[in-house]
C-alpha cells in the first residue's frame, strides 16, 4: 500500500491536549471498505509510542471504538471521507514540529477472505502539533508558499539568443510565474555594475507581465585571481556590490555561496540592512544540515544574523532516487550497465544508511575507477551521481526554521504521467515547509537540458517546468481547517 502512503496522514498537523491527540486519516487504498477492513496497528509521535486500545475513530459523522472495528463490517468508510483519529496520549502534550508514524493493516481486498491484514501502510510524516486551545481560539495552520522560477531553468534559450524580455513574455504565457529568480551574472551585462537603463528596461518588462522579482542568484568568486584567492576585504566589498544590485533591480534577497569565512556574512549585514536584502547560502547537494560548514553557518547566523542571514534550501540536496534521465544519459555516453547499477546501488544503501555523501563520493568514485569494466568515465559518472543528487531526508530542512529565507524547486525529468519529477519527493519538501510556516517563494531550477541527445536541442525547457509546477501548484495550496475562514 506504499502508493497510498502520503496521503494517509492527512494533514501538515494534528491537534494536542493533555489529554490526548487527534490525527486526520485517509483510507490508504483506491476503494471504501467497511471498518472491520482497517486495522490500526501502531501510532507513534517523537518515539513514543500511544496505546490505541481505547482509541476512537469518527468517521461519516459517528464515533466508532477502535477495539471494536474488526466486527463492524455493517459500516462502510467511504473513499473520499477523512477519519478522525482520538487517541490518549498519558497526558504528553506533543505541539509544535513532531515526527508522526502511523501503521494501518488493510484486509484487502474484501472480495477476498483474510484472517489477517494482507497489506500494510506504514506512513510517516513532519506535522505540527496545534494545542486545542489555539484550535479553539481559532488559530489555523497554514501557509503562504508561492510559486516561481529561476532564469537558469532557460539557459540554453538564453545562449541561443532568446532576449530577456521575450523570455519574460514566455513565463507569463505558460504561467510559471508570478516569481522570477534571476542569475545576475547571466542576465545583466557588467552585472553588479548594471547600467541604471538596463534596470529600467527590466522592472519594466516585468510589470508588464506582472511578475515579481523574489531574488538575485549572486557568486562569492574568491577564485577570480590567478595568484591567489580574494581577501577579506576584498571578498566584503565584491559581495556589497552584488547586495547593492540586488536593490537596484527590487529584488528582497541576495543568494550567496557557502565557500566564504562566516564573518564575511557577518560583515555584510550593515548593508544589507541598509538596503533591505537579506542573504541567503544556498544549500546544494553533495551538502545537507548536517555538512560541518553548514552547521556553522546555521549556529553564527542563528546567534548573530540579526535576521538578514539564512539559507536557500535546493531540492536537489533531498532526492528519493537517482533521475532516470540522468542514468540514461549516461548509458548513451557508453557507460557500462554494470557501473551504472553498482553506482545507483551503491547510492541507495547510503541513502538508507545516511552515510556522509562527501565521504561516499570520493570511496564510491574510486570504487568505479578500480572496477574491472570502469574506468575514467566510470569514475567521472559516479562523483557526479553523488555530487548532483544529494540524500538528505526532506523532513530535515525543517531545522532551518525560520532560516528559511528562499527555496529552489529542482526539476530534472518529468513522468510522463504527469505527476511531475518523480525523483524529487515533492509532497514530504512542501509538508516540511508548510510545518515550519515558511511564507516565500519555491523558484523552478529546472536540469534536464543538460541530458538531452543533441537531437533533441534546444529543449522545451518551459513546457517542462509548467508542469511541474501544475504539481506544486496543488502542493503549496494552504492547508484550511474546517470551521475557519483561511
Known amino acids: 500500500m506504499t502508493n497510498f502512503r502520503d496521503i494517509t496522514l492527512a494533514d501538515t498537523w494534528f491537534d494536542t491536549s493533555s489529554e490526548g491527540v487527534e490525527i486526520a486519516v485517509r483510507l490508504p487504498t483506491y476503494r471504501s471498505v467497511p471498518l472491520s477492513c482497517v486495522v490500526f496497528q501502531h501510532l507513534e509521535i517523537d518515539g513514543t509510542d500511544l496505546d490505541l486500545t481505547a ?24 473513499v473520499g471521507d477523512t477519519g478522525l483519529l482520538r487517541v490518549a496520549s498519558g497526558g504528553s502534550r506533543f505541539e509544535g514540529l513532531r515526527s508522526v508514524r502511523l501503521v494501518i493493516g488493510m484486509r484487502m481486498p474484501p472480495y477476498i477472505f483474510w484472517e489477517k491484514p494482507g497489506d500494510i501502510c506504514d506512513a510517516e510524516k513532519i506535522m505540527w502539533g496545534r494545542s486545542v486551545e489555539a484550535r479553539d481560539a481559532g ?66 518588462a516585468l510589470a508588464e507581465n506582472a511578475l515579481e522579482l523574489v531574488a538575485v542568484d549572486g557568486f562569492a568568486d574568491i577564485g577570480v585571481r ?96 537517482i533521475p532516470e534521465a540522468f542514468l540514461e544519459a549516461y548509458r548513451r555516453k557508453g557507460i557500462n550497465e554494470t557501473i551504472i547499477q553498482f553506482v545507483a546501488d551503491a547510492w541507495a544503501t547510503a541513502r538508507a544508511e545516511g552515510r556522509d555523501q562527501v565521504a561516499e563520493r570520493t570511496a564510491i568514485e574510486s570504487a568505479a575507477q578500480a572496477h574491472p569494466q570502469g574506468g575514467d568515465e566510470a569514475a567521472a559518472f559516479a562523483y557526479r551521481a553523488f555530487h548532483w543528487f544529494g540524500y538528505q531526508q526532506p523532513e530535515r530542512w525543517a531545522e532551518l526554521g525560520d532560516l528559511i529565507f528562499h527555496v529552489h524547486g529542482k ?26 510556516g515558511y511564507r516565500g517563494f519555491v523558484c523552478s531550477e529546472y536540469e534536464g537540458w543538460q541530458w538531452l541527445e543533441s537531437e533533441s536541442w534546444p529543449p522545451n525547457d518551459l513546457a517542462a517546468v509548467a508542469e511541474q509546477h501544475r504539481v506544486w501548484g496543488e502542493l503549496a495550496q494552504s492547508p484550511a481547517l474546517a470551521g475557519s475562514e483561511a
Do not use: C
Request: hydrophobic fraction near 40%; avoid cysteine; glycine fraction near 8%.
Open 226 to 321: 590567478t595568484d591567489r584567492p580574494l581577501d577579506f576585504a576584498e571578498t566584503v566589498e565584491m559581495l556589497s556590490r552584488q547586495v547593492e544590485a540586488t536593490a537596484a533591480l527590487g529584488a528582497p534577497l541576495l543568494k550567496a555561496q557557502y565557500t566564504v569565512e562566516p564573518e564575511v556574512f557577518l560583515a555584510l549585514i550593515p548593508i544589507a540592512k541598509k538596503h533591505g536584502v537579506r542573504i541567503g547560502v544556498e544549500i546544494h547537494a553533495p551538502q545537507s544540515v548536517d555538512d560541518p560548514t553548514i552547521r556553522t553557518l546555521i549556529d553564527v547566523f542563528t546567534a548573530s544574523g540579526e535576521g538578514w542571514l539564512g539559507f536557500v534550501p535546493d531540492t536537489g540536496a533531498s532526492v528519493s532516487g
Open 139 to 204: 488559530a489555523v495552520v497554514e501557509s503562504d508558499i508561492r510559486l516561481g522560477t529561476s532564469l537558469y531553468s532557460y539557459s540554453p534559450e538564453l545562449q541561443a539568443g532568446m532576449s530577456l524580455s521575450e523570455l519574460l513574455r514566455q513565463i507569463k504565457a505558460h504561467g510559471i510565474g508570478p516569481g522570477v529568480e534571476v542569475v545576475g551574472h547571466q542576465t545583466f551585462r557588467n552585472f553588479p555594475d548594471i547600467a541604471s537603463e538596463e534596470i529600467a528596461m527590466f522592472r519594466d
Open 411 to 436: 526539476v530534472f525529468a518529468n513522468d510522463p504521467a504527469g505527476q511531475g519529477d518523480l525523483s524529487v519527493p515533492n509532497r514530504d519538501i512542501f509538508d516540511t515547509l508548510r510545518s515550519v
Open 55 to 78: 482509541a476512537v475513530l469518527v468517521v461519516g459523522g459517528e464515533e466508532y471504538r477502535v477495539a471494536d472495528m474488526p466486527s463492524r463490517h455493517d459500516v462502510q468508510w467511504f
